[in-house]
Nanobody
Framework: QVQLVESGGGLVQAGGSLRLSCAAS????????VAWYRQAPGKERKLVAS???????TYTDSVKGRFTISSDAAYDRIYLQMNSLTPEDTAIYYC???????????WGQGTQVTVSS
């Protein structure tokens, strides 16, 4: 089992920055991939950025150059640095982890990010 807890969300003005954190616990050794998703009101949840245990990262086009995903050495804390935020970034941000044990997927409870214009 893996537990994920997101933090760092809040209200920020357009152009500002936030750093989200995803704290993993439990069977951390089994995590092979972590991603940040977001879900805006009335819309489907979408992938924002991902990072593998070996450090390979991906980003959706709309956040390239503005967001940076990273992890600590133990892979038990995943960060999403978000710069140059716009109102379109307003959403609930979720952390997702994939484990090689039974190919399980785990989600955090989400953290709200609101960007005012």
């Amino acid at each position: 089992q893996v537990q994920l807890v997101e933090s760092g969300g809040g209200l920020v003005q357009a152009g500002g920055s936030l750093r989200l954190s995803c704290a993993a616990s439990g069977s951390i050794f089994s995590i092979v991939y972590v991603a940040w998703y977001r879900q805006a009101p009335g819309k489907e949840r979408k992938l924002v950025a991902s990072i593998t245990r070996t450090g390979t990262t991906t980003y959706t086009d709309s956040v390239k150059g503005r967001f940076t995903i990273s992890s600590d050495a133990a892979y038990d804390r995943i960060y999403l640095q978000m710069n140059s935020l716009t109102p379109e970034d307003t959403a609930i941000y979720y952390c997702k982890a994939d484990s090689y044990i039974l190919s399980s997927t785990y989600w955090g409870q989400g953290t709200q990010v609101t960007v005012s214009s």
